[in-house]
């Protein structure tokens, strides 16, 4: 068995707070173990749930100080900023609706902010917390975790080497089946805020994987959106938001791409899935095995490169713990991010230094793209598929 | 080693004759041995190239009777007619603008026609065929192999039989890469015809393969097309037709699709891909891989259906030769569009009678179709993508 | 679509003779298909049955004339040596222990023979064959058919080019399911006779699949076998032949393999796969996914080399009929064998010229080595795994 | 995104110690990872190398207290057995030979030993060891870590449930390429002590990853081992361990296997393989696509179970963190057994109460096991293979 670690372990973990993320909440349990995975974070508080009961309890699972379990937001961000010992960054995993009020709070007490995407629920709140995020010294990274992967990497470095000559094709899709029937109904707590729009914002499957889909054909390929046009479905009777997006893209350069987001495709898990096509060869990634990439230089045998294995990248080795043929996962593209985290973290405890060039992650003009990606989905799908630009 | 063998054999091979297939042509060859595989034809006449001396030394080659090989269609057609050993059916594999002659002239002598996709290079002539073939005695085929495989008939069976429940989605798509670089400007005689507008029709991509792939869809679904929203590209720099098309389906009832056909997407030889949701489960296809059918009932684990095994259907089964395990591929799919030819040829030799209600092949019908989603195809296109009807 | 057909085509077809086959085989159906499929045979007579109104129902169905349907093989080779338009080869289809009368006969008569495999039931009459038929002028072909699939022939002659550089490893299997329950008494004739020793020989899996699996890696390695070690089971109960072989060899020059051969593996259609391991890279190879061929150069990324496609051989292409990404399978391979063949018994009629270099052909020396094989693995798992050489 | 975070988070980390793994060790960063993913270990002290500054340096790195960064093991039991806040248990991350010393002294310290595999070098260590451990009230948790993966807990369910029926055939396999070359003699560390016998052992491949598939498949199936006949090589030149090995397996109760493990096989990078069979069914799991098991009852479909989705077991879903369709890796295995092992530890806080009955985890019994198996290996082998029962 051979390979190196990463070093990133020691020099003292960056103290973290964490705004939702509760007993019974999915992407919270996520992002605790992201950031304990290399050793770089250490959660000292949290305003873990809104419901009193279930904060405390969840505090105390956690093993948090009582007095640093708080009640709200905006109490947390007053007293951690008020600590020698406060918190350095804050996780926030609350439902998309209940993005941008932490982040505003957090941002202006100088914490830096990992929020989970998409951004916000409407565009509005997305460009001011934009504005906010720009104006403050305090860093933002928007937990788009797919560009974790470090296959992903290695596909978006193959691009920028230029493997793929110039690009001319983009298939993005993210299919998922959980919402093939009406759970929203019966019972199932992530159903109901996902399909409301008050608390998902205008999309469904079109904010919840459409925009993972989006991000990562933009991460990978560097193209510029010019214009889509979509189409929507709510299949469900009685769905409040779409459970199937259909889409079409037009990129600056003449560029052209698909992407569907369903989450009504019986047999399909999460099965986000990028094809990238060139005038000198293609790349196909997929996140149910994440550790492949297959590439084709044109007219030759198609390659599989492998995390680690012959082929690969800087780009994906300094993301990768294992060597190849142990597969690596969806926790450790996710804590890939906060690893990147970290690293601009601890950049930015020196100073006004700039970044290390390596750090890579998604910011809040992904975010802003991913609601205005959004946005202009559910535009086109109510103008009858028209070509629809970006508000931003 | 189990199974069993049709017994399609035997019973006296039909006379078969084909218009163009002459030395070098490509899917000349695949027509000839598809008709042979179950020794239901026997070629005896051609008129295999324009070219006298190719048509000659190919009539040679395949072991015609001098007399039989002809010059000319018309003047095969004419004395083929008048033979009473005369061919009962003709094969037509020209190129796309070369099918409409021959088949009307078969067809207004009476012969049976199985002729290659699409119908024609244009609408017009499409329809014209369509009104001719209807008025004939003689049957008219159309080479829409892929439906041939038995696992697609599998699909069909599934679908008509309810197993899906209601239709929502339909992802269909066919990629290439052979004109990823300007083939038809170096030689390629295949590339040659098939980027001529003169020769392939307005479509490139969309009529050599998009066809195949709407055929598929239409064919394992039974959806009827609403309108579509197409986006066509040619790539390659001067390239007279489209080299990748990206469509949007609308379906009567409600039901959405997406259909990708490029000959630009390297790393693709010929990866036509269908996948169907709907409210009670999924199905997944993929022709390089024909033998296995992807089946997941909702909420059930996927399951793989094999050729021949355990939960394949009589539809399969009936166009089936050998057991589970043992591929079946192109030609054996091809071969059952001739192996159904022949059982509706012979049951209209006994006269007016009715087809045997099992027998299953493209028409003239599906051709016309066929043709007019590539016409659709290029005027939303050029109408920037507008929700575009099919003229028919 | 790109391609070019074989230009096998034409020059009369060879005149055919069958020896078993009649109605409800599934071997002889196959022959014949593969046979027809390159039109390079025509079946003129028939020994189909044993029993007299299944072969003439056999014979009619087939087309035969009535006075070319005979009652025993003895009576064809006999009738047929005495006609000008006697048959020029005959296929020998019969269970195992009935091919050693006929081939003996045709060969005699100076009729080539095609027989399936193994050669026979037992070593002795595999030897006494050899040697008739190497006394014979007429050729003996033996349809070890998995050699016929081109990626066999492509690995085949990477090997020999020195892609893999010095062998070391070699891994082999062949695993069904089909014989997981008594199915030999249920009623299956194919299980009947397969596992009836009088029948098949001593071997059970090891003879009907085991000699594909050993066939193969013979074929494709070059390796010799020194000795091998067995461990042989019958883990139906009552079942009278092995239905499941474990078994080590080692090759002359110190390669080592594995071979597995089970018909009792639950999930296993027809699972033959081979692995090829030297210094300088490894292969691999799946039968039931034949077009694909796995090719990873030490140090360098693993490589899929497709039927036709970039990397593929001319060893490959020769015996390749359509583009890349349409699969050919189990048939072709099959007719493959049968083309090779025609190729040879065409060259044949010349007179004592020698064949040309690139016929490839299964003979009677790779039958005697099958049963062989079998002996061996009988007489070491009897022999408590003692390491055992073949008697030849 | 549906699913449900585990609950092992909370209630204070258990202080970890660690042997070995200072910089530069592949093994020990994942142990740490391991420790850390679950929050449920807090490593506080280390003799982290032999060599004193890497030593000094790897602790700071690790940010532990100078005072418990150890020169050696022995002082680290003594000091951390005396201290009211010493360590619980301790990982033994050193290479093999190195495993008895200090599981001996922390043994007898009473601290919990978590043990990398083989047990040990020379079976007599092996045995001693398991004699301390069985006298001590410490726990002996041994990291065969494949045993973690959710779906091999599934598999392992599945077979005790009966799904398969009675066994009959096992296949493991685990295949490697990094040593196709001599890189014991080109730099690395890793292939340095790997194939020195001193401190691996006596077998190469057989110790290093032939006992991980050994384990694997005991631990699903359950299956006793009787006798085994090996075949080992050393294929490159002047290595003195084996690097590829050929196993025949006998059952009690009459079940078959075969294992093969091998360093040399280009294109194999960690490809540990288990395929087991029954009366019933079949289940298939490779260890690279570690989130799907494929099962096939006998006459029907194959499944393919994914962890988390249809059909996957309470077994699975406890050691499971995040929704079906995204991967866990091998980290999240290996961080299994660290749960599994806080679990058993938090219990044994409690005093001699049993342990939780769905706590499983590798023991020193499994490491005897292990080691035994390695030295029958090496002495059928150089019996010629002659049949070997373990000396236990």
């Keep these: 068995m051979v390979g190196a670690s990463r070093s990133t372990e020691g020099a003292g973990p960056i103290r973290l707070g964490m705004v939702g993320g509760g007993q019974g909440a999915f992407i919270g349990a996520v992002h605790r173990i992201a950031a304990r995975l290399d050793g770089e974070f250490r959660l000292v508080a949290g305003a873990l749930s809104s419901d009193p009961d279930r904060a405390r309890a969840s505090a105390t699972m956690l093993g948090l100080e009582p007095e640093r379990s708080y009640a709200s937001y905006e109490e947390m961000a007053r007293s951690e900023a008020g600590r020698a010992d406060g918190i350095e960054a804050v996780a926030i995993v609350t439902p998309n609706h209940l993005h941008f009020g932490p982040a505003k709070a957090f941002l202006e007490a100088g914490i830096h902010v990992i929020c989970d995407k998409p951004l916000t629920a409407t565009l509005e709140e997305a460009k001011e917390l934009a504005a906010i995020a720009e104006r403050s010294d305090a860093l933002f990274i928007l937990t788009h975790n797919y560009t974790g992967y470090p296959m992903v990497r290695q596909a978006r470095q193959m691009v920028a080497d230029g493997a793929l000559g110039e690009l001319r094709v983009v298939q993005a899709e993210y299919a998922q ?3 093939t029937e009406k759970a929203e109904a019966t019972g199932s707590k992530q159903a109901e805020w996902r399909t409301d729009p008050a608390r998902s914002g205008a999309g469904g499957a079109t904010g919840d994987i459409g925009t993972h889909a989006y991000n990562l054909l933009r991460f990978v390929t560097g193209l510029e959106l ?14 409040r938001v779409d459970d199937n997006a259909h889409v079409m893209l037009r990129f600056r350069g003449g560029a052209k791409g698909m992407l569907w987001a369903s989450q009504v495709a019986p047999g399909n898990e999460n099965s986000l899935r990028l ?7 293609g790349l196909e990634w997929w996140q149910e095995d994440p550790n492949r990439l ?3 230089p ?16 800087p780009a994906a080795a300094r993301v990768s713990r294992i060597p190849p043929g142990h597969p ?11 690893a990147e985290a970290a690293r601009a973290i601890r950049a930015a405890r020196q100073g006004p230094a700039e970044l290390p060039q390596d ?15 959004v946005d202009a989905c559910v535009r086109s799908s109510k103008n009858d598929g028209a070509w629809t630009k970006l508000s931003i």
């Design 275 to 281: 094809r990238v096509y060139g005038t000198a060869g």
């Design 177 to 179: 089946d959980w919402l």
């Design 328 to 338: 690596e996962g969806y926790l450790e593209g996710f804590a890939n991010i906060y």
């Design 226 to 239: 010019d214009a889509l046009a979509a189409d929507l479905d709510a299949f469900v009777e009685g769905r």
């Design 298 to 313: 044109f007219g030759q045998e198609k390659r599989l490169i492998t995390r680690g294995g012959a082929g690969s990248l």
């Design 294 to 296: 297959w590439y084709t």
């Design 359 to 373: 750090v890579v992650f998604p910011t809040v003009r992904d975010g802003v793209e991913g609601v205005a990606f």
